[in-house]
C-alpha cells in the first residue's frame, strides 16, 4: 500500500510515519517545515524514517495546489493521510487569517488534488476535539452539534470537515474524519503543555496553570492515536467522523502531579486567568469507532507519561 502523508515530520505524523513503515508500506512525507517550532525537531522525528527505502520526503506547503495535484498524479497514493496543520488555540487567535489559509485551503488543495485521479486514494484526514466548543456535559459524541467553535483553531479544523463532506458527496470520495483529543507522548510538541510544564519542573522552575486546575482534558497517548489512524485508513469508504481519545478525562491539575511523580521532582505551580478560547473540558465518546473501527486506547495516562519521561531523557543523553 502506498501513502501520502501531510504533516509526517510533526509529532503524531512522524510516529504514523514510523508505524506504516514497520507495517511494510510505502510513504511519501510531506512537510513544510515551518517556523512553529524548530526544524531540527522535526528533521530528528524523521531521523530513522528517512534511512527506509520505503520512505519519500518531499518538502511542499500544503497550500501548494500545484505541487499537491503533480505529486499525487506522480505517486498514485492508494491513501492520503492529511495531517498537516496550523496548530494551536492560543495563536490562532493572533493569527486568524494564516489558520484558515493553512487548515482550511491547505485542506481543499489535497481534496481538488485527490479527486483528480483513478482510482481516488481514500482521504483519511486529522480534525480536533476543540470543534465540540466549550461545553460542560459530555462525553462528547459525533452527533453533537458543532456549530459553536470558541476559537479560529476550532472554526478552522470545523471548516475542513465541512470541505471534505462537500467533496464526498459531489466527487464520491472515501473520506474519513478524526477528531483527535489531547494528543501526548514521547515527540511531543515543544508547544504542548506537557513538554512545557516537564521542562518547568525539571528545572526547578513555576510553571504557569491557567484557571483553578479543574479543566478536563482527554489526553490520548499518541500511539493509539496512532493505532486509530492506521485503522481508520484500511476501513475508509464513503464518509465518516471519528473521535480518536482515550475516554477518560482528567483535571488539569492532576496531569501536572502526575507528571511530576514522573518525573521525580515537585512541581511549583503559579496560578493565572483562564485564557481566552480556552474550554472547560474536552472528553471523547468512542463507542463508534471501537465499533466501527476496532478502535482500543490502552494506555493510562501514568503510564504514558512515564514513556515521554523514558524518550525525553533519553534525547538528553
Not at 76 to 101: F, K, Q, T, W
Not at 126 to 141: C, H, K, L, Q, W
Request: hydrophobic fraction near 40%.
Amino acid at each position: 500500500m502506498k501513502l501520502i502523508v501531510t504533516g509526517g515530520a510533526g509529532f503524531i505524523g512522524s510516529h504514523l510515519v514510523d508505524r506504516l513503515l514497520a507495517d511494510g508500506r510505502e510513504v511519501v512525507v510531506v512537510d513544510d517545515f515551518d517556523d512553529y517550532y524548530s526544524r531540527a525537531v522535526k528533521e530528528s522525528n524523521l531521523a530513522e524514517a528517512s534511512k527506509n527505502p520505503r520512505c519519500r520526503i518531499v518538502e511542499m506547503d500544503v497550500r501548494d495546489g500545484v505541487g499537491a495535484a503533480a505529486l499525487v498524479e506522480s505517486t498514485r497514493p492508494d491513501a492520503i493521510v492529511h495531517l498537516a496543520a496550523r496548530a494551536g488555540v492560543r495563536p490562532s487567535i493572533a493569527a486568524p487569517g494564516l489558520y484558515a489559509d493553512v487548515n482550511v485551503m491547505g485542506t481543499v488543495r489535497w481534496l481538488e488534488a485527490a479527486v483528480r485521479i483513478e482510482p481516488r486514494p481514500r482521504f483519511v484526514f486529522a480534525s480536533s476535539s476543540s470543534v465540540y466548543g466549550d461545553r460542560a456535559e459530555g462525553p462528547f459524541r459525533e452527533t453533537d452539534a458543532v456549530d459553536a467553535p470558541v476559537s479560529p483553531y476550532a472554526a478552522s479544523k470545523r471548516a475542513a470537515e465541512l470541505m471534505a463532506y462537500t467533496f464526498h458527496h459531489i466527487h464520491g470520495l472515501a473520506a474519513t474524519g478524526l477528531r483527535f483529543f489531547t494528543a501526548y507522548g514521547p515527540r511531543n510538541r515543544p508547544d504542548l503543555a506537557v513538554s512545557l510544564f516537564a521542562d518547568r519542573i525539571e528545572s526547578g522552575r513555576p510553571l504557569v496553570m491557567f484557571g483553578d486546575g479543574t479543566t478536563r482534558r482527554d489526553y490520548t497517548f499518541v500511539g493509539d492515536i496512532v493505532d486509530g489512524v492506521v485503522r481508520a485508513v484500511d476501513r475508509c469508504s464513503g464518509w465518516r467522523i471519528y473521535n480518536l481519545g482515550n475516554a477518560h478525562p482528567v483535571e488539569l491539575r492532576k496531569m501536572i502531579a502526575t507528571l511530576a511523580e514522573a518525573l521525580g521532582k515537585p512541581a511549583i505551580i503559579e496560578r493565572a486567568p483562564e485564557q481566552p478560547g480556552d474550554v472547560r473540558q474536552t472528553f471523547a465518546d468512542v463507542s463508534l469507532a471501537e465499533r466501527e473501527l476496532g478502535y482500543a486506547p490502552a494506555t493510562s495516562l501514568r503510564e504514558g507519561l512515564d514513556r515521554f519521561v523514558a524518550w525525553r531523557r533519553s534525547t538528553r543523553t
